[in-house]
């Protein structure tokens, strides 16, 4: 049971243009969503996360939306560039107890073109 | 690299052999986590440990093992019971503020594979 689906493994944009990258949960007790970036044989790295009590959150060129209602979060990347190509994860978990635990979606691998 | 260590940064192991990983963090958090990442799997957790001589199972556990004898080190073994050991390995450290959420941070991973 996928808890947390990015069913777009690959995406491809020009550079300059917005790239739009989706992520769905389906654990409605899911609270904090988070985006990851990745370049291959290398760990993670955090990027930008938002909390259920907020729809929006901008961070330089990157904005991560939420719609609770139909548990949809997006990453907007506004102008991409090829430094941007990498495999980006969703994330998610619940803010309740002492567990942190994240739950990944598979990713999206996103190739900005010069 | 966000005070989280791992090595190596590859390993070959033999079939048959148990071999460990190393991940260390400095900045004195509680919560430190292991991850294997294959193609298409995106990241799926093994193990996870929130305090000192205290660990979980995470949702693939099966052949791996860790142990928690210090704050700053949590070591995973994959053992030889562990079917499919060739991966790519993520430690993550993750800690809470006041109630608040805050990221996690990872290692730069280690690459294993049996040959």
């Known amino acids: 049971d996928q808890q947390v689906k990015q069913n777009s493994p690959s995406l491809s944009v020009q550079e300059g243009r917005i790239s739009i990258l989706n992520c769905d949960y389906t654990?409605?007790?899911?609270?904090?969503f988070l985006w990851y970036k990745k370049y291959p044989a290398e760990g993670p790295t955090f990027l930008i996360s938002?909390?259920?009590?907020?729809d929006k959150n901008e961070d330089g060129r990157f904005t991560v939306f939420l719609n609770k209602s139909a548990k949809h979060l997006s990453l907007h990347i506004v102008p991409s560039q090829p430094g941007d190509s990498a495999v980006y994860f969703c994330?998610?978990?619940?803010?309740?107890?002492?567990?942190?635990?994240?739950?990944f979606g598979k990713g999206t691998l996103l190739t900005v073109n010069p | 690299d966000g005070g989280i260590t791992q090595s190596p940064k590859y390993l070959f192991r033999k079939e048959g052999q148990n071999v460990t990983l190393s991940c260390e963090q400095n900045l004195n958090h509680d919560a430190m986590y292991w991850y294997r990442q294959d193609p298409g799997q995106g990241l799926r957790l093994i193990y996870y440990s929130q305090i000192v001589n205290d660990f979980q199972k995470g949702d693939i556990a099966e052949g791996y093992s860790v142990s928690r004898e210090k704050k700053e080190s949590f070591p995973l073994t994959v053992t030889s019971a562990q079917k499919n050991p060739t991966a790519f390995y993520l430690c993550d450290r993750q800690t809470r503020v006041h109630k608040v959420n805050t990221e996690a941070f990872f290692g730069q991973g280690t690459r294993l594979t049996v040959v």
């Open positions: 654990n409605s007790m899911f609270d904090y």
């Open positions: 994330a998610a978990r619940t803010s309740g107890g002492s567990n942190y635990k994240l739950t």
């Open positions: 938002i909390s259920s009590i907020k």
